[in-house]
């Protein structure tokens, strides 16, 4: 790839392929997947429950990507779990996120700039793991370039297509939502990622791997900007959070608090330009709003949309 | 087998049971899962909102005998996968039945007379499937002939037996019926041939491979008139197609027809005779129909219990 | 271990640890998962509809651990149907069980003495399953001690765990309860035999092998004393059980029983003690009771929370 090399950025590139994931891009791995198991409704609930439920639910979440992998390609599922520094320091993190006194170390993760750096530094283990999936793939099938690509992608995105099974260990099921019917951003760019790190295995792509996984990374990064403008309406989700609906009451409230808003507007298009799934899916409404005025159902709906 | 020497049928069986599956009955198995994935409920509304999932569900209806068979035998699942030509001529038909303009292809492969020659050539396949699962355990397992039928059995009638995960790949979950609880015709003439290849297999029987290939084929494409039967009734269930039922309404107008009907006694013998399972499905009739009229009760009560 | 050497029990520890599972062992284990399995609502009108499903069903009891811990370690789950003479044995035993005349064999079996021999006898097989398990893993991955006790524990409640897929084979499927989330009394005395096997193999406990099972089997089959004091209560249990509540009505009886036994604290307290679970499942009690009196309310409260 030409850009790299005129900008100089050759040694640099070499060196960010070969930096090790394992203490601290892991650890922004696990602590970001634990902070959204914890989101997760009655998570916390399970939590104190059963807490090898939810530890269990915890490394799924983590090495979700390495199960599935490994169980796509016949290899011993329990592998993952045999690397013993990685799940300790994934329980350390599970243990602080769901029992830290007073929730210090959650509060302290979801604070909205530091929760942008550990996404930052998720975003970096992504395209490792997808270049492991298709390398280990490749290994075995030259020409099988779809297995390639699905290995590749679970090991990526495991965690989210498995979310069923890991639901299912928390006693909960919801069969009409999976990642396959839906696919949140990450699966999507884990695929086109798995799809461009099998064209260059395959020496489809005039780039070098190491050069791939730099401006795929820098491309992840990037676009993880979705939590940039997400967290430009934090104030607004904040506000949304306090209404608790139920039993058609909080409709009003609801309703209340966007008339109230003066920028209805440019609510309206903020909500429309944001992903407010986490929001969604807190309120758990299950019914469609419909308000008597028409210029607030237009809001209303466009929540139950996304 | 004297039947097959004294007919001089040797060399035509021996040609047969070496003839390759490849483009065209692996055309029309495809073609006929993926028709039979089309008609489930839901399922051309998920081919609309999300196309890997449509695809995924296709290749798991197209391929899941060999990837049950893998899993049980403990080889990747993702095998059948790596088999590009396979996928790409399943994927072209998948795309064909789900997103040809107008829905001709559907439509070509629906008409009864080719959808008949289709089935036919869909059951020549099975064999063949049956006794590669039953090969390849028997290569492992010299006397677990349990293990052998088996991994026969979840070859030839795989996509059956996996329905149940193929169904939550589209959202769809519906635990109360899988295909050990009620067996389809196919699982069930699935499982008597995979005890017959693994007894033959294992030298019970007096007969060669190619000729019990032969038998069981003939005996499998014969008995394929259950389709006969159903087809004999194909306007009456056009009739019934027809009928809406929602909110209690479509109880009166059924019977209305019925009522019209002067053959009723007729009807009531073909519904019983043929099985409208698909029939039923398309409905979902979730309550028990019962009508003042007692003789039409019973139609109605059959109905059910088909 | 000491104790066992200044006993004299060397020679017999030995020999216990060496004596073969297969034919009565075994049958215990089989006999009583069975029995469990017939236990479960609807599991008897599956053996009508379907004995295949119901067979299947009957062998994820039996050979579950089998199953789990295979699937773990990536081998194939198919391999415990290759022992023809367990799966006979146990397949002759699920016959007599499900459709014995009279049902005799279960009656017989779920006669208080035999069925606590029965569970001695189940319990010994639970420390050979572990330490199977242990020893498998072991060999593979040297210090993945997490790895190890995993394997362990699927090998000795490996049909616990799978429960719900158990379940879903015979058309139920209850995704809140797992056995991860509340686990039974056998779960968790596996999980810490698991763990001690684990130790003792990777040389942390200054302990033989051979004693450990012994000491391990003992305190197994004494505390099945849990059984003991269920059984003491049996009395009690075979009242409730005449009680069927329905519709409301049954709330009234159930505490019009409790009011009449003059030692309604001691029930109270019997209640708390034992855990009453299978009786609480064939009560199939949705909504929590509630009457006027409040210290009828307590008991009711306590079946509830059981």
């Known amino acids: 790839m030409d850009i790299v090399s005129t900008l100089g950025l050759t040694n640099f590139v070499m060196q960010f392929s070969r930096i090790s994931m394992y203490p601290f891009f892991d650890m922004a791995h696990y602590t970001l997947s634990i902070m959204k198991l914890k989101e997760q409704p009655g998570a916390v609930d399970v939590a104190h429950r059963s807490p090898i439920a939810c530890w269990f639910s915890g490394m799924l979440c983590c090495f979700g990507g390495a199960i599935l992998a490994s169980v796509l390609l016949g290899e011993p599922p329990i592998e993952p779990f045999t690397n013993n520094r990685n799940i300790i320091l994934a329980s350390v993190i599970w243990y602080l996120i769901f029992y830290c006194p007073y929730d210090k170390f959650y509060k302290c ?37 779809l297995a390639v690509i699905a290995v590749g992608w679970a090991k990526g995105a495991g965690s989210g297509l498995i979310a069923n099974f890991e639901q299912l260990v928390r006693g909960v099921w919801i ?17 086109i990622g798995a799809v461009l790190f ?38 607004l989700v904040q506000l949304l959070k306090k209404v608790k609906i139920s039993k058609g009451g909080g409709q009003r409230r609801l309703s209340k608090i966007l008339t109230k808003n003066r920028r209805i507007h440019k609510v309206i298009f903020l909500l429309d330009f944001c992903s407010i799934e986490s929001l969604w899916m807190r309120f758990e409404i299950e019914k469609p709003f419909c308000s008597t005025n028409n210029s607030k159902s237009i809001v209303i709906y466009k929540i139950k949309c996304t």
């Not at 604070?111 to 280990?136: C, H, N, Q, W, Y």
């Not at 996984?213 to 491309?219: E, R, V």
């Open 198 to 235: 099998t064209f260059q295995q395959m020496n489809y792509l005039p780039i070098t791997r190491h050069n791939l996984i730099f401006l795929y990374t820098m491309f992840v990064v990037s676009t993880e900007g979705k939590n940039w403008r997400h967290s430009a309406l934090l104030p």
């Open 175 to 191: 069969p009409e939502r999976n990642e396959l019917l839906k696919m949140s951003y990450g699966t999507k760019v884990t695929l």
């Open 109 to 145: 993760c979801n604070f909205l700039p530091s929760k942008l750096f550990i996404a930052g530094m998720k975003e970096v283990t992504r395209a490792r793991k997808i270049v492991g999936g298709v390398m280990d793939a490749h290994s075995r099938y030259r020409n099988g370039w």
